[in-house]
Structures are given as C-alpha cells and as structure tokens.
C-alpha cells in the first residue's frame, strides 16, 4: 500500500545565521537525507529503527519523501558527500538534525527546513588606486559606500548567467572594506554595482589582476581575499 502522506522541503544556506530563509540566502543541493521508521515513536534513532528512503537534495536545496503512511519517522541529514563541511545548523528554525515527525493519514509535513551557516568569507578592499599600478601603496585611501552583489555561480563558469542569482549584497565601510560571512564551499561572482555612483567614472586597475566582475571558488572555512 502506498500511502498519501509527505516529509520535505529545503536545505539552505543560512548566511545570516537566524534560522530563517532570507530573501537571496541560496538552497544546496548535493545534500543526502535518511528517513527514517522510528519504531518505538520515541524521536530517536535507536533499537530496530532503520532508513526506508535516502534522497539527495535538487539544485536549489528542495528534497521530499513521498507515499508514506501516518506514523512516527526520523529525518537525517547525513551528508555523505560533505557538502556540508564546516558549517552550522543554525537553531532558531526549530529544527533538530535528526528531527522526529509524526505523520497522519494524507498530512504533507512540508516544511521541514534545515539551514546551515558557513565558515568561509570573501571580501577586502575597494580603494583609490592613485598611481594605478594596483597596488594599494602606503596612504592610498579606501573608497565607503560602494555597493557589493554576491552571485551564486551555479554552473560554476565564472560567468552571471543562467539562474545566477544574487545571494548578499554588501556596501564598502568608510575604510573602503567589505566583507561576505556565513558561506560554504562554492562556486561565487563578485560584482561591484556601485549603485550609489561613487565611483563615477573611475577605472578598475588591472595589475591586480582581478576582474570586475570577479569569478570565486572558495574552499571549506576558507577566507578569501583579493
């Protein structure tokens, strides 16, 4: 008998850190989940218990277990592939890594989310490069009020496109500095948009050799700077 009942929903990166999917805050996919029978009902993985179903989660973090009958199950992101390496499941969703759920007959539990805060970061320095050799000499002062959109590059080609889309956006401190927290090992685009103007006409030099926009691949816990 297949039954009407389903567990499911997101695994995301919670950059922030507040137990809730902020706009931009991207889903991760690669992520594998164990459902599990909890025999007993007693919320935890023990005695006869044993996985029924392992999925991966999609692209954009969404995953689901379908066809169950009402009964008492444990959820558990296992991860095997460590995708989620060096990050923290932030708590304020209410959510436990494993959770229990209790099904009734045709319930959709379809709100079960999971976010995880990274440990890796990228950013620097916006500055007024006054002898244009890329370089930021003794005195050269940094540039405030620049605005900074974080990409998620998707198909990791360096490129905004596809479903790319804009995950944070920072604006430079009077010191010229910014900064991206929270994130995992991934594939990103640095993009200064300058909304503001502030840097009218001005041009990005090239000695440094970074490009605007700025492809980033960033390893477990890593801090990046350029």
């Known amino acids: 008998y297949q039954g009407g009942a389903s567990i499911g929903n997101l ?3 919670d950059l922030d850190g507040d137990g809730a999917q902020d706009a931009g805050e991207p889903g991760i996919g690669g992520v594998t ?23 991966t989660t999609a692209s954009d973090g969404s995953y689901s277990f379908s066809g ?36 009734t007959s045709a319930e959709d539990e379809e709100d079960l989310d999971f976010g995880y ?9 916006v500055w007024n490069d006054l002898n ?5 000499d003794a005195g050269e002062p940094g540039v ?14 360096g490129v905004v496109d596809g479903a790319d889309a804009v995950i944070a956006t920072a604006t430079t401190a009077p010191n010229g500095s910014y900064s991206f927290t929270g994130l995992i090992a991934d594939d990103y685009i640095v993009d ?9 006409a001005a041009a990005l030099t090239g000695a440094t050799g970074v490009t605007d926009p700025e492809p980033v691949t960033v390893t477990s816990a890593q801090t990046y700077t350029s």
């Not at 989620?84 to 959770?99: C, M, R």
């Not at 405030?144 to 080609?157: A, E, K």
Request: hydrophobic share 35%.
């Open 33 to 55: 989940v164990d459902l599990y029978n909890d025999i007993n009902g007693n919320g935890v993985v023990d005695g006869a218990d044993a996985v029924i179903d392992t999925v």
């Open 117 to 125: 805060q990274g440990s890796a970061s990228i950013g620097d320095l």
């Open 192 to 200: 200064v948009t300058d909304t503001g103007n502030v840097l009218g």
């Open 68 to 103: 169950l009958l009402a009964g008492d199950y444990i959820v558990d992101v296992t991860d095997t592939g460590t995708v989620l390496a060096d990050t923290t499941l932030t708590g304020l969703s209410g959510v436990t890594d494993p959770e229990p759920v209790n099904l």
């Open 144 to 157: 405030g009020g620049v605005t900074i959109d974080l990409y998620s590059d998707l198909n990791g080609n």
């Open 132 to 136: 244009s050799d890329g370089v930021k």
């Open 11 to 13: 695994i995301w990166n």
